[in-house]
């Protein structure tokens, strides 16, 4: 348990103390954004590495215990932050690397940016949710406590060193947009474009879910699909 906590610790210490920061910009402007992202990269893949093989060989220790009869409820919202999760990594955002360019388009938000600013990372935060309530061990409220932290404590982190780095480009796509999805299209800010956000895209998020959900005994184990034979 010891190792998935330094891991946790470390994978969470490295977004939270660096990547949003201005320790970031720092090392930015020192070394350069590539070679800066390329070590963070490697930190970041060999955190959840680490992660994930310390998760696997972590004991059970039971806390409120697994409530499997919340799987019927915890399946559309996983479906749901997979659709975000794909969206996030295929549609053109301001908000990811290499994306900075769409602020200057004459419509900086299209598609889910309708939506929220962060569909990935709020698709990493439902994910997590799910799996933390319905898991109910002490080495998923490490793991899956770790990954909803991110993915609440990124989104107003990113917003801070876009302000930073872009100022008045990234204010006029804050306002047309919304951390905290369908806010500004609540508000009247933004129009909710079915069309843009591509029926390509959702049926892709719709077969990487089955296919995960089908894998899943293998991958990960557990069936999530368990209830359905009872």
């Given at each position: 348990?010891?190792s998935?906590?330094?891991?946790a610790?470390?994978?969470?210490?490295?977004?939270?103390?660096?990547?949003?920061?201005?320790?970031?910009d720092?090392?930015?402007a020192?070394?350069?954004?590539?070679?800066?992202?390329?070590?963070?990269?490697?930190?970041?893949?060999?955190?959840?590495?680490w992660?994930?093989?310390?998760?696997?060989?972590?004991?059970?220790?039971?806390?409120?215990?697994?409530?499997?009869?919340?799987?019927?409820?915890?399946?559309?919202?996983?479906?749901?932050?997979?659709?975000l999760?794909v969206?996030?990594?295929?549609?053109?955002s301001?908000?990811v690397?290499?994306?900075?360019?769409?602020?200057e388009?004459a419509?900086?938000?299209?598609?889910?940016?309708?939506?929220?600013?962060?569909?990935?990372?709020?698709?990493?935060?439902?994910?997590?949710?799910?799996?933390?309530?319905?898991?109910?061990?002490?080495?998923?409220?490490?793991?899956?406590?770790?990954?909803l932290f991110?993915?609440?404590?990124?989104?107003p982190?990113?917003?801070?060193?876009?302000?930073?780095?872009f100022?008045?480009?990234?204010?006029?796509?804050?306002?047309?947009?919304?951390?905290?999805?369908?806010?500004a299209?609540?508000q009247g800010?933004?129009?909710?474009?079915i069309?843009?956000i591509?029926?390509?895209r959702?049926?892709?998020?719709?077969v990487v879910?089955?296919?995960?959900?089908?894998?899943?005994?293998i991958l990960?184990g557990?069936?999530?699909?368990?209830?359905?034979a009872?």
């Open positions: 348990m010891l998935l906590i330094l891991a610790a470390f994978f969470v210490g490295i977004h939270v103390g660096i990547a949003g920061t201005r320790a970031r720092a090392l930015t020192r070394f350069g954004e590539q070679p800066y992202l390329g070590l963070f990269s490697l930190a970041s893949l060999a955190g959840m590495i992660l994930t093989t310390a998760y696997a060989g972590a004991p059970y220790v039971a806390t409120w215990g697994q409530l499997a009869a919340l799987r019927p409820v915890v399946l559309p919202v996983v479906l749901l932050a997979f659709v999760v969206l996030g990594l295929t549609t053109p301001p908000t690397v290499g994306g900075e360019k769409a602020l388009a419509e900086p938000a299209t598609g889910i940016q309708r939506v929220t600013r962060h569909p990935f990372l709020w698709g990493v935060a439902l994910w997590a949710a799910m799996h933390l309530v319905v898991n109910g061990n002490l080495r998923a409220l490490v793991l899956f406590g770790s990954m991110l993915g609440l404590y990124g989104p982190s990113i917003d801070a060193k876009r302000a930073r780095r100022g008045p480009a990234w204010e006029r796509y804050a306002a047309l947009t919304s951390n905290v999805p369908f806010v299209i609540a800010r933004n129009t909710l474009r069309d843009e591509g029926w390509g959702l049926a892709l998020a719709g879910f089955a296919v995960v959900l089908l894998m899943h005994p990960f557990g069936n999530p699909l368990g209830f359905l009872r």
